[in-house]
């Protein structure tokens, strides 16, 4: 029998809780310098080296995120997700503040750069595992879902304002200046954490079992294959992620190309993609939880995957700005609907291990399909490719109606 999130409901609403917003001013400042980050790394590679190096300076991080994403979730685990996620921006901050100065004084080279990224992916793998196990500690299993709601909206905010600060910092002063405020801001994140309680999960007992590291992960895998809703969940979140992300990454790219839209008109679509998950999220933040999850989410992706399929077919901008928003709002919806079912259903022991699971699948393994996606298009059109793409991305959602666990999972009232 597993066991899952039992803590008692919170007594005040998660967007009204001090504690619960001074880690979400947190986590918003670290992903601010995130996005500054990656402004200020591809300027600083474009400046240095040549496409082709520039192409694998950004793309260094990827790898070791990938390998070690699994071994991130025991870690968060084995020592608690607070002090993980403090010791992740701490060390993140100081490696780019580092660079900073370095290129500041010097011009050490595209291996700098790519030492820099190299560090940033390994600490990432521990990171995204330990923020996913973090909410479970700040609020009642009632107050989750608002949480996943919020968390997104602080993503979207960060992907919105972090070019341009990006660019306002490259402006200022260069890559040395961008890598220098995306620091800073990393930095802003920690005495944040340092003052946010964490309340304690049963996984949390000084005589919680553990085993071997491998053990521990083999437990993790044990765990969501023998859950009756995680196993599923897993599979129906890989589903719409692979369908998704060809579609909305490189097809879209040769859509404003084909149809004449240009670089504007694809920001065009992007923004009313953006839009529309925005709305999900603020949506599920202000209501806090939708009745019939599971059910939701199962019906908002395979609506959503046939609007996916439609932006391959639709003739001018505005039509594809309006179908961008929609597929933003009804898979935006589904992705925080499937976050917080993930965060309330898993066990407390276990909830690392299985946020650096689903991680790996979309940040890890999905992205994979891009360039294939891209070689389809070029041997048998936009057309087909988005269709398939949707089809895939519609068998999550089907995976989640026919699996009856699923289809009736709720979030906690």
């Known amino acids: 029998m597993t066991a899952t999130l039992t803590t008692p409901p919170a007594t005040t609403p998660a967007h009204r809780d001090t504690n619960v917003r001074r880690w979400l001013a947190a986590y918003t400042s670290s992903m601010l310098g995130d996005n500054v980050y990656y402004i200020a790394l591809s300027w600083a590679a474009v400046r240095s080296g040549t496409p082709a190096e520039v192409g694998l300076v950004m793309s260094t991080s990827a790898l070791p995120r990938a390998v070690l994403m699994l071994g991130g979730g025991v870690v968060a685990d084995r020592f608690g997700p607070r002090r993980v996620v403090i010791g992740s921006d701490a060390v993140r901050c100081a490696a780019v503040l580092a660079v900073a100065a370095l290129l500041f004084l010097a011009r050490p080279g595209l291996w700098l750069l790519a030492l820099l990224a190299l560090v940033f992916g390994a600490v990432d793998a521990v990171f995204v595992p330990a923020v996913g196990a973090l909410p479970a500690r700040l609020t009642g299993t009632d107050q989750l879902g608002r949480v996943q709601g919020m968390r997104s909206l602080a993503i979207r905010f960060a992907a919105v304002a972090g070019a341009p600060l990006g660019g306002l910092g ?33 996984a949390d007992r000084a005589d919680a079992p553990k085993g071997t590291a491998w053990g521990d992960l083999k437990a993790g895998l044990r765990h969501i294959r023998g859950h009756r809703v995680l196993a599923p969940l897993m599979l129906c979140i890989a589903l719409g992620d692979l369908g998704f992300v060809g579609p909305l990454n490189v097809g879209l790219t040769l859509l404003s190309d084909r149809r004449g839209w240009g670089a504007a008109g694809m920001g065009w679509v992007l923004a009313g993609f953006g839009a529309g998950a925005g709305a999900a999220s603020l949506l599920l933040a202000v209501r806090g939880r939708l009745p019939r999850a599971g ?46 079912l993930l ?71």
């Open 170 to 202: 490259v402006t200022m002063g260069g890559a040395p200046a961008a890598f220098a405020l995306a620091g800073l801001l990393i930095a802003v994140s920690v005495p944040l954490l340092v003052s946010v309680r964490v309340r304690h999960l049963p």
């Open 295 to 340: 059910l939701v989410a199962g019906c908002t992706i395979i609506v959503g995957s046939v609007a996916v399929g439609a932006l391959a077919y639709v003739p001018t901008l505005p039509a594809a700005v309006g179908t961008a928003v929609l597929v933003g709002l009804l898979t935006g919806l589904s992705g925080v609907m499937c976050g917080a």
């Open 343 to 413: 965060q309330t259903l898993t066990g407390p022991a276990y909830l690392g291990r299985v946020t650096a699971v689903s991680s790996l699948i979309s940040l890890g393994l999905t992205p994979l399909s891009m360039p294939f996606a891209a070689a389809a298009v070029g041997a048998w059109g936009l057309a087909p490719v988005y269709v398939v793409s949707a089809t895939v991305c519609g068998l999550g959602g089907v995976v989640a109606l026919v699996v009856p666990a699923l289809r009736r999972a709720e979030l906690p009232a």
